[in-house]
Structures are given as C-alpha cells and as structure tokens.
C-alpha cells in the first residue's frame, strides 16, 4: 500500500521538476535573446558602412533564394491542383473551384508558412553557421574590443534584408505557384486552361495578398533573429557551430508553425 501511494507522489514531483528545468532554461534563453534584438536594433555607428552591408546580405540571402522559392513554388502549386482534381471525384462542382482553391491555399498558406520554412532551413543555417564561425575564429572579439557594437553590425543588415524584401519572395511565391497549376491544367486538361484561370479571377479579395505579406514579414524576422542569435551565442570549436545550425533551423521551424496558427487565428 505504502509503494503504491508513493509512487504517484514521486510520479508528480518528477513532472514537476521536469517542466520547472524547462522553464528555467527557456526563461534565461528569452532573456539573452531579448538583449541581443536590444544591441541589434541600436542606431548604426556608420550608415554607409550599413548600407553596404545590407546590400551584400540582400543579394546572399534573398536574390540567391529566388531561384529555390519558384522553383518549389512552382511543385507546390502543381501538387495543390493535382490532389484537389483527385479528392472532388465525381463531386458536382464547377470546375473553376480548382483554380478557387489553388489560388485560395497558396495565398493564405503555403507562400508565406511553407516557403518560410523553406527558408529556415537554406537562409538560417547559413546565417547561424557564418556568425557561429565568425564567433569561433574571435572575429566578434575582436569587433567588441575596438568598440563597435558587433550585434549591431553583422546581425541587423541581416534582418533588414530579410524582412525588407520577403514580401517579394512571397509575390514571386504565389505566382510560380498558379504558373506550376496553370502548366499541370494545360499538360492534363483536367481542368481546362480556361476554367483554371476563370477560377483564379473568381471571388478574389486583395486582403488574403496583404494577409500573406504580413505573415512573411513575421517569419522572416523570426528566421533571420533566431538564426543570429544561435550563431552569436556559439561557445566552442567547429562541431558546436554545425550544432548551432541544427538547433536555429529546429527552433525557427517549431515558431514559423506556432505562430502561423496564431497569426491566422488573429489577422483573419
């Protein structure tokens, strides 16, 4: 009797103790987190100097993601149109509902979540490794020690291009998508060309583009401040920065899907 009374209490305190170490090493986490985003959003000490910067991490992260985002896009639309054709069967619905709902679920989905994690996994890890290196080699060391605000410098012309320009990653998203639909219809003719296209003109509201935009705008600060903040914080030699990697795509990935649902849940 003795055994089997203790046995839940232990059961309980384990739990207890459990989800305790979990807060108390989330809570330092969004502490060291929060300081950094505090020197990353300080004024520049050089604009120029910030210019430039910004101009290069543009063209690294976000002109050279072009190429993978259509590309995707492009299947995604495709694979959206294809199950949509197979799971209607013989259901008695006009045929523009395909390029309805194509058109419905990359706007409000799959351009701005799906493509984010994408994103998370090409843009973070190389963010999280270049800083982890560059923290590992003393390179941040040696920033700190003559003065310049070394968050500042490296991480906010990061987040800047990102965040500046994700919104044309989404549009360029959402059109090579309907482009991946529109060529299946034509390969298939299931539906036709025209009725695809009649059903992307169909009830089309302007607020599920911005709603789109919006939610991008949001992952691509999360993907970006994560991904430096994982590199930044690396301590170690070169297995702890391929760690760091793991971990800022990981976490990004798990915030992107989070806060989809609550952004979702409050801007539609």
Known sequence: MKIANISPTIAHKLRKNAYLCSVNKWIPTLGRYMILMGRVFAKPDSWSMFGRQFVFETQKLVIDSIGIVCLISVFIGALCALQIVLNMG??????????YTTRELLMLEFSSAIISLIL?????????????????TEQIDALDIMGVNSANYIILPKIAA????M????????????????????VTNDPTPESFVTGIQTFFEEGHIYFSIKKGLFFAFLISSIASYCGYNV????LQVGKAST???VATSIFI?????ILTEILM
Do not use: C
Not at 90 to 99: F, V
Not at 162 to 165: L, P
Not at 167 to 186: D, H, W
């Open 167 to 186: 919104p044309i990653l989404v549009i360029f998203s959402i059109s090579s998508g309907l482009v991946g639909a529109y060529l299946l219809a034509v």
């Open 162 to 165: 990102m965040v500046v320009f």
């Open 120 to 136: 998370a996994g090409k843009v973070g890890s190389n963010i999280a490794s270049e800083i982890g290196t560059m923290r590992i």
């Open 90 to 99: 013989d259901a008695i619905l006009p045929p523009y509902i395909i390029g």
């Open 235 to 238: 301590r170690g030699g070169a």
């Open 257 to 261: 899907l989070m806060f989809d649902v």
């Open 247 to 249: 971990q800022a795509v």
